[in-house]
């Protein structure tokens, strides 16, 4: 089901790390911020410590409580989020807007790092959605397939239309 | 341009295909689920309404599309607003909610990128998944550079590249955000909404107020259907499993959330949908407006969307035009079909349109009835004289003598060549030789 989920991904264009545990998850996704200057991270990713390691690293970070966020967001380069769950065909992950978990992280900046737990994964669309309308919805769900894209032009795909043109995914078990 | 654009599209579809081909029931199952609603369509858009309500939605019914764009019209004007961006939705072309809404005074900016170009072309959608399928990459540089002010590469990332930029700042600035809904569950009170390029996401998380435009046939019994929907709507659309994103909106902000709009409102368009219930073409409602018809059509594929003169092309649209208007618009439609039934094969939800389209021609009175007649008398004529040698001479030689130029066929000709006939009949040339 991971190999089924990382290819479907992968097919869509997203970079895929892991699965790996939660030490080398927040390496790597420190790793992959470190090199922008402001990024915004969300209260709902998985990894305990990660705004100071980004900090650490002297990467200025955003997160949903600032009261700067609205007029700041902009300028993030890169969002950090996590996941409430993902599905593997079609390959997908599902995000659920929350206070400490902003629709606007995962579409405002340019890169999307979401990180996602095994956990989390279920085979199917189909299974999944049975599961959410059981459960309460949030306020919004979004799901995600990859970077930001279209058709229009000529039919040939280009990517980073609106949102995120680099989306990567980091699996944590 | 149309030729090679769906021909990217076929390559795209063939492998959907095989992957749908994994799920032979799943038509059938989506079938079922879309007939399912229609046998109690008014049960479920109460139910729908109450469970929106129950989330703070502001529900409104529109029965004309005049009614609708009052609804949003004057929904924009009591808030104050002044710019409004809107995600691509047929529902809102179908009651040309943008034109409404910038006689109103108010800024409309489509921001699907295909729909953007569309707008600042001054045309309309030619495709309803792809608006700009007729335009090639130097004409749709031509539009964007005029509206830019500068010159533009032919480029496909440095256009898209162009278009983010300018429109990221409409987001900012917008006031209302207008979306359409693929998919309301009644269950649960959420609207399903389906994108690639994300701009149905900004409309739906910076403006304070969203107005979603909702066409009655959009509602599913059960949130969980949409796991069997979505994927199919998909392939069927673009080639994807699943399209990039899908936006599950249930209410408005919730408290403590930093984004999202505070006021949510969906208007019910009915525009005599529900009138076609419980007659032969009540399955036609079942539509999810996939454009798989259209692709496969060998007459869309020629003529492209523009030639239908109605807001959906494609045989849906053969089909929906006349009806949704009462036969007062595109009651020539179900006349330019070749009747192949390659759109009932494609339908992902089992529409037989092919049969729907024949039974128009019998419903709804033929508006070119008189030409019509005229053309067979025309025959009629040809055929007397063609019957009897000396007529065939008489009317070759006046073709002869007239090169072609026939009084009374201009109507014809206007638009099409006759053949040019020949210097000499080929009996004179055979008198002429064996002389």
Redesign the interface.
């Known amino acids: 089901m991971i190999d089924v989920f990382v290819a479907?991904l992968r097919a869509?264009s997203c970079t895929v790390s892991g699965p790996m545990n939660t030490d080398e998850a927040r390496a790597t996704v420190v790793e992959r911020a470190s090199a922008h200057l402001l990024v915004a991270c969300n209260d709902d990713v998985p990894l305990p410590a990660l705004v100071d390691g980004l900090r650490q690293r002297g990467v200025e970070v955003l997160t949903?409580g600032d009261p700067a966020?609205?007029e700041r967001l902009?300028d993030a380069e890169v969002g950090i989020t996590g996941a409430r769950l993902a599905v593997a065909?079609?390959?997908?992950i599902a995000l659920a807007?929350?206070?400490g978990a902003?629709?606007?992280t995962s579409?405002v900046p340019s890169v999307h790092i979401c990180v996602v737990r095994v956990d989390d994964l279920l085979p199917?669309?189909?299974?999944?959605?049975?599961g959410?309308?059981a459960g309460e919805?949030?306020?919004?769900?979004?799901?995600?397939?990859?970077?930001?894209?279209?058709?229009?032009?000529?039919?040939?795909t280009?990517l980073?239309?609106?949102?995120?043109r680099a989306v990567e995914i980091v699996l944590l078990d | 341009?149309l030729q090679?654009?769906?021909h990217?599209?076929d390559r795209?579809l063939r492998t959907a295909g095989e992957s749908a081909a994994a799920h032979p029931d799943w038509k059938d199952r989506a079938a079922a689920i879309r007939r399912e609603t229609l046998l109690d369509l008014d049960g479920w858009l109460d139910r729908l309404e109450h469970s929106l309500v129950a989330r703070g939605v502001h529900v409104h019914r529109a029965s004309t599309p005049a009614d609708a764009r009052r609804v949003v019209v004057e929904l924009a004007q009591a808030r104050g607003a002044r710019t409004v961006v809107k995600s691509k939705s047929m529902a809102t072309e179908e009651i040309d909610l943008g034109n409404a809404l910038e006689d109103a005074g108010l800024t409309s900016v489509e921001?699907?990128?295909?729909e953007y170009?569309v707008q600042l072309a001054g045309e309309r959608p030619s495709h309803m998944i792809?608006?700009?399928?007729h335009k090639?990459?130097p004409q749709?540089r031509d539009v964007l550079a005029k509206e830019a002010g500068t010159d533009l590469a032919v480029d496909?990332?440095a256009?898209?590249?162009w278009?983010?930029d300018r429109?990221?700042g409409e987001?900012?600035r917008a006031d209302i955000g207008i979306t359409g809904v693929n998919f309301a569950?009644a269950?649960?009170g959420?609207l399903v909404l389906v994108t690639?390029?994300?701009?149905g996401?900004?409309c739906?998380?910076?403006p304070r107020v969203h107005i979603a435009v909702m066409p009655v046939e959009k509602v599913i019994p059960?949130?969980?259907?949409?796991?069997?929907l979505?994927?199919l709507l998909t392939t069927h659309a673009?080639g994807?499993?699943?399209?990039?994103?899908?936006?599950?909106?249930?209410?408005?902000?919730?408290?403590?959330?930093?984004?999202?709009p505070d006021e949510l409102h969906v208007v019910f368009l009915d525009n005599r949908r529900r009138t076609l219930l419980g007659t032969r073409y009540e399955e036609m409602l079942a539509c999810i407006r996939c454009g798989a018809c259209l692709n496969v059509c060998p007459v869309y594929r020629n003529v492209s969307g523009h030639a239908y003169d109605s807001v959906y092309s494609g045989p849906m649209g053969k089909v929906l035009t006349p009806l949704l208007s009462g036969g007062t618009e595109g009651a020539d439609l179900p006349y330019g079909s070749t009747l192949c039934h390659a759109c009932s094969d494609a339908c992902p939800v089992k529409i037989p349109l092919g049969d729907m389209i024949l039974a128009l021609r019998a419903d709804v009175p033929d508006p070119h009835s008189g030409a019509r007649r005229r053309r067979r008398i025309f025959w009629t004529v040809w055929a007397r004289a063609w019957s009897t040698p000396s007529g065939y001479r008489l009317t070759t030689a006046l073709g002869r003598v007239s090169r072609g130029r026939v009084p009374g066929l201009q109507a014809w000709t206007s638009t099409r060549e006759l053949p040019r006939p020949a210097r000499e009949s080929f009996r004179d040339r055979w008198a002429k030789e064996h002389a």
């Open positions: 479907g869509n949903p966020w609205a902009a065909q079609p390959s997908a807007a929350a206070p902003p629709r606007s579409l199917t669309l189909a299974d999944a959605m049975i959410v309308a919805m949030p306020s919004a769900l979004t799901w995600i397939g990859g970077p930001s894209r279209t058709g229009d032009l000529e039919m040939i280009t980073g239309v609106h949102g995120p | 341009m090679r654009a769906l990217n599209l795209r921001t699907d990128l295909g170009i792809t608006p700009a399928i090639t990459l749709i496909r990332e256009l898209t590249a278009a983010r429109l990221r987001f900012l569950a269950d649960t959420t690639n390029e994300g701009n996401r900004f739906t998380t910076l059960r949130l969980a259907d949409a796991g069997i979505l994927p673009t994807q499993a699943l399209s990039n994103y899908v936006t599950m909106i249930s209410g408005p902000r919730r408290a403590g959330e930093v984004d999202g």
